[in-house]
């Protein structure tokens, strides 16, 4: 389909939804949901705090961990597939010479880190290993120099074992867009781990590695969290510094972060979070320690949320919406309200908006930012006769096609006699979606949703069908628009693969409420009972 239709098609795909009044949320029974009539240990502990201790009380090496997690690693990757690149020599040299500098009694050798194992989306630039955007025109490319947050990860003691895959620039909802291979879900291999970091998220699932940083433009974090059963935080545009992050939509993109549990999520958030010099963009506000704020079960009241206001999105839970992820956001809404919640139906009548002005605005951005892989400044240089044909031959050879139909569909949306049909048009359907968003923040402390309308889909099934793939970001770029911070966190399970398929359960806040969101997904998580998110490819290594 030529991208000027496709655009077309999308601006006017929504469908203009009645408001309906407000009303009270019923829960539903479902076999997909938990009962939460007492408090009880759920599943999720910290893997970082685990780390941490056994370094402390000297039980564990730091090398011996690292071998653990590569050992999995090298058992797990030939179906999983989560890693672009695997720096496992250098990794095991970091963990040898953290383990010199405890031995020797230094000081600041335990950072809050400190033998923690951290894959990297391929996406951010690393020192010390390729960093490919997941193309082939970065085919071999190594940056001088660590994006903040991969820098800040170090300096805690964090050793980065790899760079994990995903759809090239971060265009995509699958990871099959990646030029390099196509990673599988932990759960069901022969299934998608969600896009467009479905690298990372996998990497967490499968316990490759601890936790694992990502992006998200669109949905890019939450939507893989949900697909592979695992902890993913979308931070408040500005909240962690953009710098070394290859660019897709500057005004959308956001380094996020994966974890098996939220204090795992949340310690890696305290470590990335806060001011750069190197990004304008980047927030002045302090960074509190959102793990040290996070209440052990054995502390909490009967009711821990007691005066929570929950706002569940009308809009995600009707057609189009699996009606095995319904069941399993109405188990979870249930559960916040025996934990002494309010939680009620609310109505954002621009949600349906938001998916069509996503397109046209990240495509738009992204024909912009892409233009410096030209053949000349970055990445793959073909041999031609005029400046003109490098250019071409180079951007030909060495982009996929999605990013191709990306680039020609911004630059339409942006050309003379077109700006204001498209792009102008879309700019105030972001207003629209901010002020919605704004409205219904100033009435409920946390919107709830699913993170996808459905859970993982199998490998080839969308991928030929660009705008079914699209809709499946309907739940989450609307977040982005308004700039606003989500977790999703685990909740529920469907029918599929051998185990049944995780689904995710996003929580929404106002700018900067990352604590709160924190606080709530880890009592959510703790009580949450009769429910595993081990995949059942651990049992078989």
């Not at 265009?171 to 998608?192: C, H, I, K, L, Y």
């Not at 892989?373 to 031609?384: E, K, L, P, T």
Request: include cysteine.
């Amino acid at each position: 389909m030529p991208p000027p239709l496709q655009a077309h098609r999308l601006l006017n795909s929504h469908r203009r939804l009645p408001t309906p009044a407000r009303r009270r949320f019923t829960a539903v029974s479902s076999v997909q949901s938990a009962p939460a009539t007492t408090l009880a240990p759920g599943p999720a502990t910290s893997s970082i705090l685990s780390i941490r201790e056994s370094l402390l009380s000297g039980e564990r090496t730091a090398a011996d961990i690292t071998s653990e997690y590569l050992s999995r690693l090298r058992r797990t990757e030939p179906s999983v597939r989560s890693f672009i690149h695997v720096a496992d020599a250098a990794a095991e040299r970091d963990a040898e010479e953290l383990d010199r500098r405890i031995a020797s009694g230094e000081k600041d050798a335990v950072g809050p880190l400190a033998g923690v194992l951290v894959g990297v989306k391929d996406n951010l630039c690393t020192a010390n290993m390729p960093s490919t955007g997941g193309s082939r025109i970065l085919d071999g490319y190594q940056p001088a120099y660590d994006a903040t947050a991969v820098r800040r990860l170090r300096e805690a003691g964090a050793i980065v074992v790899g760079k994990t895959n995903l759809d090239e620039f971060g265009m995509g909802s699958t990871t099959e867009g990646s030029a390099f291979q196509v990673t599988t879900n932990p759960w069901d291999d022969s299934r998608v781990p969600g896009g467009s970091s479905g690298g990372s998220a996998s990497a967490v699932s499968a316990r490759q590695c601890v936790v694992s940083l990502g992006s998200d433009t669109g949905g890019s974090v939450r939507q893989p969290a949900s697909f592979c059963g695992v902890v993913g935080l979308k931070p408040t545009y500005g909240r962690v510094s953009r710098f070394g992050l290859m660019a897709y939509a500057s005004s959308l993109d956001v380094v996020g972060c994966f974890g098996s549990s939220v204090f795992d999520t949340a310690t890696i958030l305290s470590v990335v979070a806060g001011h750069d010099k190197m990004d304008s963009t980047s927030s002045t506000q302090d960074v509190p320690d959102y793990a040290s704020k996070l209440v052990s079960l054995d502390l909490l009241e009967s009711k821990p949320l007691n005066g929570v206001r929950i706002g569940i999105i009308q809009e995600t839970l009707g057609e189009g919406v699996d009606t095995g992820v319904v069941s399993s956001i109405k188990g979870a809404a249930s559960h916040l309200e025996q934990l002494g919640s309010v939680v009620e139906e609310v109505s954002l009548p621009s949600f349906s908006l938001g998916l069509p002005a996503y397109y046209i605005l990240a495509s738009s951005e992204a024909s912009s930012n892409l233009s410096r892989y030209d053949g000349v400044r970055y990445g793959r240089q073909v041999s031609a006769d005029g400046l003109s044909e490098l250019y071409g031959e180079s951007r030909a050879n060495g982009l996929g096609h999605e990013v191709k139909m990306r680039i020609l569909m911004g630059t339409y949306a942006l050309s003379a006699g077109y700006y204001d049909a498209y792009y102008k048009r879309a700019q105030q359907v972001r207003t629209l979606v901010k002020e919605s968003f704004k409205d219904a923040l100033e009435r409920y402390d946390i919107l709830i949703s699913p993170a996808a309308p459905s859970a993982a889909y199998k490998i080839g099934e969308k991928i030929n069908d660009p705008l079914a793939m699209y809709a499946g970001d309907i739940m989450t770029v609307n977040v982005n628009l308004a700039g606003l911070p989500a977790l999703v966190v685990p909740c529920g399970f469907v029918e599929g693969g051998a185990a049944g398929l995780p689904v995710g359960l996003q929580m929404i806040g106002s700018p900067f409420s990352e604590g709160n969101l924190l606080r709530v997904g880890h009592i959510f998580e703790q009580t949450l009972q009769d429910f595993s998110f081990v995949p059942p490819l651990l049992a078989e290594c």
